[in-house]
């Protein structure tokens, strides 16, 4: 084979990386692209069965993983989930985060404090967190990269879906901050907008025959993505073929937004 140039940007043999809520959907989905470009992944959700299953079944394929159960919204949880990364692999160079929840479907005027709160600390403030936890050890690998998953409601507003909204919306100004800042250090910080993609967490939409219906009709691909459909972009932004790429919000979602 003649000497590759490009091809090789896109290999993450010996990198590590953490993935928050990467036990379904496209959390799991991001996890194991990583792993099969190369590097090694840390499986995390709050359940330990949950992670452990997928971290065996990446084994069993010929993939480097290794399962830490971690809840984001507990300051504690997310200190271990750091500190035994580091234990276990001596380095941290990619985090992913991508655990959310939406605990409220319904008009702004029925959101609870409750609510509101619990959707922010998942969705925003826990990523804060991780980054900041991250940020040393991002530095010192030379290479670092976060990758925030938000989502096309942080750009546009969806009825029903305030506080995910607001936090998905939060997420992009703060992967955008912190691209500014932490660029001297060769730490680049992206965002992923998925779309309308077939997972747990939008159940409400998919399942619900008439909101389904309307949302397909504004797709100019008239489909729901599937959470693999979303790997290929946290590979190349975390990758060197994505060496150049900080500051930015790419967005998946079949051409919804135009």
């Given at each position: 084979?003649?000497?590759q140039?490009?091809r090789?940007?896109?290999?993450?043999?010996?990198?590590?990386a953490?993935v928050?809520?990467?036990?379904?959907?496209?959390?799991?989905?991001?996890?194991?692209g990583?792993?099969?470009?190369?590097?090694?992944?840390?499986?995390?959700?709050?359940?330990?069965?949950?992670v452990d299953?997928?971290a065996?079944?990446?084994?069993?394929?010929?993939?480097?993983?290794?399962?830490?159960a971690c809840?984001?919204?507990d300051?504690?949880?997310?200190?271990?989930?750091?500190?035994?990364?580091?234990?276990t692999?001596?380095?941290?160079?990619?985090?992913?985060?991508?655990?959310?929840?939406?605990?409220?479907?319904?008009?702004v005027?029925?959101?609870?404090?409750?609510?509101?709160?619990?959707?922010?600390?998942i969705?925003?403030?826990?990523?804060?967190?991780?980054?900041?936890?991250?940020l040393?050890?991002?530095?010192?690998?030379?290479h670092?990269s976060?990758?925030?998953?938000?989502?096309?409601?942080?750009?546009?507003?969806?009825?029903?879906f305030a506080?995910?909204?607001?936090?998905?919306?939060?997420i992009?100004?703060?992967?955008?901050?912190?691209?500014?800042?932490?660029?001297?250090?060769?730490v680049?910080?992206?965002?992923?907008c998925?779309?309308?993609?077939k997972?747990?967490?939008?159940?409400?939409?998919?399942?619900?025959?008439?909101?389904?219906?309307h949302?397909?009709?504004?797709?100019?691909?008239?489909?729901?993505?599937?959470?693999?459909?979303?790997?290929?972009?946290?590979?190349?932004?975390?990758?060197?073929?994505?060496?150049?790429?900080?500051?930015?919000?790419?967005?998946?979602?079949?051409?919804?937004?135009?």
């Open positions: 084979m003649q000497n140039r490009i090789p940007r896109f290999d993450l043999t010996g990198r590590v953490v928050t809520g990467s036990s379904k959907g496209i959390g799991e989905a991001m996890a194991r990583l792993a099969e470009f190369g590097a090694k992944v840390v499986v995390s959700s709050r359940s330990q069965s949950s299953a997928i065996e079944q990446y084994r069993q394929d010929g993939l480097e993983a290794t399962a830490i809840h984001v919204g300051a504690d949880d997310r200190q271990r989930l750091i500190e035994r990364t580091i234990d692999y001596g380095c941290l160079d990619i985090l992913i985060n991508n655990a959310a929840t939406n605990p409220y479907f319904g008009p005027e029925g959101l609870t404090a409750e609510a509101y709160h619990k959707t922010l600390d969705n925003l403030t826990a990523a804060l967190q991780l980054s900041n936890l991250a040393p050890h991002l530095r010192a690998s030379g670092g976060v990758i925030h998953i938000s989502s096309i409601e942080g750009l546009h507003a969806n009825p029903n506080a995910y909204n607001i936090s998905k919306a939060g992009i100004m703060l992967g955008k901050s912190q691209a500014r800042e932490w660029a001297a250090d060769n680049r910080v992206n965002v992923i998925p779309g309308l993609v997972t747990k967490l939008s159940r409400a939409l998919w399942e619900n025959e008439q909101v389904a219906d949302m397909l009709q504004s797709i100019p691909l008239s489909r729901m993505a599937t959470p693999d459909e979303m790997a290929g972009l946290a590979v190349w932004l975390a990758s060197d073929a994505a060496s150049y790429v900080t500051g930015s919000v790419v967005v998946a979602d079949g051409g919804m937004l135009g």
